[in-house]
């Protein structure tokens, strides 16, 4: 199974990602967090496999949030997710792991960015 955490600062995402997730054949929701240092937080204490993170959240953020996750050497992918399109974000976000529009997450996308991970687990 791969282990979900997912990160926003919306009930209303937070409850489609819930959805998603469920619906996502060999994944489970293990966590679920509305700042960018609960995630954080989330990430250290229950190592997910990937983490589906909202750019723009209260606090330090998606993207500083995915960096932290990153610098503590977690083997997490992290995914930015957003309601911008990714070319009308700042470049930061891109450097951080996959952007993806919240749009566009389907059990099948999960599926894919997870058979596409690389292998220190950031794309």
Sequence with gaps: ????LTADDQPRFLAVARELVGAAAGFELIGEASTGEEAVALATEL???????DVNMPGIGGVEAARRITA???ATLTVLVSAARPGDLPRAPVT????????ALSPHALSELWSQRAPAGQL
């Excluded at 190592?47 to 993170?53: F, I, N, Y």
């Design 1 to 4: 199974m791969v282990r979900v």
């Design 47 to 53: 190592r997910p496999d990937l983490v589906l993170m």
């Design 72 to 74: 503590a050497r977690l």
């Design 96 to 103: 951080c792991g996959a952007v993806v529009r919240k749009e």
